[in-house]
């Protein structure tokens, strides 16, 4: 059963590039989907309503850093641009929607690619300097962006909303019916996060795409072939700036408020790590590494809760879950550049070609 | 245009300014010598400043162990940092280096609260409190010790790379690897050099720092500040960076006292941003910076 690939022999360059490269691949992508729609049914006659909303939550929040993680992906995992800027641009989607939403009163599916688009507008802007500078200075610079990004929306009323700058949001309405519990919530933010998904497996294998590698993989050469760098880099930043806009919408929608707090660099670090983790320049790798990375925290204050207490009280313990998060984190990121740079998709193309030949060694 | 008030924020910015490039230097020395860039300099400095407040206000320790047990430690953590990080990440791309000190950040960040306590301690330098008056300035002795300590190793830095035999090793490393090491350097020692001085300066900066804030995690935001000063002074550049730390301690200071009373405060950590965007767009490479050509 693991020798799918017998007997198929691609014989076009539009049979090799597929979004489906195997007639099984459209199977599993079916159950998978089926699976993921009766997620919400089957976790609660399984575990009860209650714990379901729990369960549910936690999804929810792996699918918006899904949108997020594949967003970053595309500007350094396939365009090779550092951002370190990235949870700035969600703040910036995340404050247009909001104050569409609340001083206009528009909903959602108008608010949401308005937010994109101002990000994105702002990502192009930040991605101006992309032409002349690169690697660390580019690092630098979306840094920079990032920290007056978060003092522009803190100091000025206008777009923040006043005192603790943040803005109550109402939850979506999708045809006259809002959106109230987590389970409502995930339909709405799975519609996104699909979308999210194939629009960026069909973004990598067009021309843009293979555009993003070449600039990638040798920027001076793909210049030479005739790739307009600048035009390109440019894009790769609106994109991307996109994708995060729209990440901080959901998050919006998904909270209810729109909160500065949840944009600060630490997110952006987050939001790095998930792709380098997951691995660079692979949208599997940023699903797998959208999933650990929020997982992680959970985890985390779940054995602590549990087997902490006994080495701490209980005010210390509060003290260290945090720190040992962030510790973990950091020691996480390391492990993964050193050992395995292309991270978790490397890992499990592993187990998958070892499974593939089996029981041969190759 | 009160005159007196200008003195006033420029002498203070000076001082500063100074104090940052002592950070900054750590910077310098690691990028010019290795290309390794640096994104937890702000995290060495607080890991500095913790170890000395440990020695000096948990075990009461006299206050020159706590400075020289801050920096053995600070030389030894670059040097094991260098040997099991850095070094399999030679060769890299930018990002590997770049996202392995900001984990690297994460920890120090998690850890060093963890490890010391989180709770602000305050260590005292020891010149007294008593602000000194030279004419229109008012300066504090503990950022005129900072500023005299920056100055040390600047000049000490200069001297050790213009003249030293170690110093122009170092540099021709830092200008070619692969020919450094036919000529019969030993480059990886160098490496290695190079991340123990940048520690050396850390422990020190994390002392004056230190005892200028109170020792606690926020004093790793300092490092925030690294950015701006080495990007207008150019990365590479010593020179640069004492000039960076001026310009960006007067822009700082004077923003703060001109800007703040229009726009609500907050200023003071916004401008060296800007003025580094406006650096970038126009002189990338920075001051001093060494523009570096590509060929096909």
């Not at chain 1, 939001?271 to 983790?277: D, G, Q």
């Not at chain 1, 006994?310 to 990121?333: K, Q, S, W």
Request: glycine residues 12%; aromatic residues 12%; hydrophobic residues 55%.
């Amino acid at each position: 059963m693991f020798h799918r690939e017998s007997g198929y022999f691609k014989t076009t360059y539009a049979a090799d590039g597929g979004l489906y490269p195997l007639p099984i691949a459209k199977w599993t992508v079916l159950c998978l989907l089926t699976l993921f729609v009766a997620l919400p049914v089957l976790t609660t006659s399984l575990l009860g309503a209650g714990s379901a909303e729990y369960y549910v939550s936690i999804v929810n929040l792996i699918l918006i850093a899904v949108v997020g993680a594949l967003g970053l992906n595309i500007l350094v995992g396939y365009t090779g641009q550092i951002s370190i800027g990235h949870a700035g641009f969600m703040s910036v989607g995340a404050y247009t929607a909001a104050n569409l939403a609340v001083k206009f009163d528009l909903p959602f599916w108008l608010t949401l690619p308005a937010g994109g688009l101002m990000a994105a507008a702002i990502g192009i802007i930040v991605g101006i300097p992309s032409l002349r500078i690169k690697g660390l200075y580019l690092a630098i610079a979306t840094l920079a962006a990032q920290l007056i990004i978060e003092w522009i929306i803190n100091h000025t009323p206008a777009i923040s909303g006043g005192s603790q700058a943040s803005i109550e949001v109402a939850r979506p309405t999708v045809f006259g019916y809002p959106l109230k519990t987590q389970r409502e919530l995930y339909y709405f933010l799975l519609f996104f996060a699909v979308l999210a998904i194939v629009g960026t497996l069909n973004l990598v294998r067009s021309r843009i795409g293979r555009a993003f590698v070449a600039i990638r993989d040798q920027d001076i050469a793909a210049e030479i072939i005739g790739i307009n760098i600048f035009r390109y880099k440019l894009t790769a930043f609106a994109i991307s700036s996109f994708y995060a806009g729209v990440t901080g919408v959901l998050y919006t929608y998904y909270l209810g408020i729109a909160n500065y707090e949840n944009f600060l660099i630490t997110t952006s670090i987050d939001y790095l790590a998930m792709i380098i983790i997951g691995g660079l320049g692979s949208v599997l790798g940023s699903i797998l590494g959208a999933v650990f990375v929020t997982l992680l925290p959970i985890v985390i204050r779940l054995t602590m809760e549990n087997f902490g207490t006994l080495l701490f009280t209980t005010a210390e313990l509060n003290n260290i879950i945090p720190a040992m998060r962030l510790g973990i984190f950091g020691l996480l990121i390391i492990v993964f550049l050193v050992l395995e740079p292309e991270g978790l998709n490397r890992l499990w193309r592993n187990i998958r070609n070892y499974f593939r030949v089996w029981p041969f060694s190759y | 245009m009160d005159w007196q008030f200008t003195f006033l924020l420029i002498g203070n910015g000076v001082l500063i300014g100074l104090m940052y490039s002592l950070i900054a230097l750590g910077f310098v020395i690691v990028y010019k010598a290795t290309d390794a860039i640096n994104f937890a300099q702000g995290e060495f400095v607080m890991l500095a400043a913790l170890l000395s407040a440990a020695m000096i206000v948990l075990m009461e320790l006299p206050f020159w162990i706590g400075v020289i047990v801050a920096v053995i430690g600070m030389v030894s953590f670059s040097f094991g940092l260098e040997r099991v990080v850095l070094r399999p990440l030679l060769g890299r791309p930018i990002v590997a280096v770049i996202m392995a000190t900001i984990g690297l950040a994460a920890i120090l960040r998690g850890l060093g609260p963890m490890i010391f306590g989180a709770e602000t301690r305050s260590i005292s330098l020891p010149v007294g409190d008593e602000p000194i008056y030279l004419g229109p300035f008012i300066l504090q002795p503990v950022q005129v010790t900072g500023a005299l300590v920056a100055l040390f190793f600047l000049g000490g830095f200069t001297w050790f790379f213009l003249k030293s035999r170690m110093g122009v090793a170092m540099r021709a490393v830092a200008d070619n690897q692969q020919v450094a090491q036919a000529m019969g350097i030993n480059v990886e020692r160098y490496f290695a050099l190079a991340w123990a001085m940048a520690g050396i300066v850390s422990a020190l900066g994390g002392v004056v720092w230190g005892a200028m804030l109170g020792v606690d995690v926020h004093v790793a935001l300092i490092g925030l500040k690294v950015f701006p000063v080495v990007i207008l002074g150019g990365l590479d550049s010593i020179v640069g960076a004492v000039v960076g730390g001026l310009i960006v301690g007067i822009v700082e200071n004077l923003a703060a006292g001109y800007l703040d009373p229009l726009v609500g405060g907050g200023t003071k950590d916004f401008a060296p941003y800007v003025l580094m965007i406006i650096a970038l767009m126009v002189r990338p490479y920075g001051i001093f910076g060494k523009r570096k050509i590509e060929r096909v």
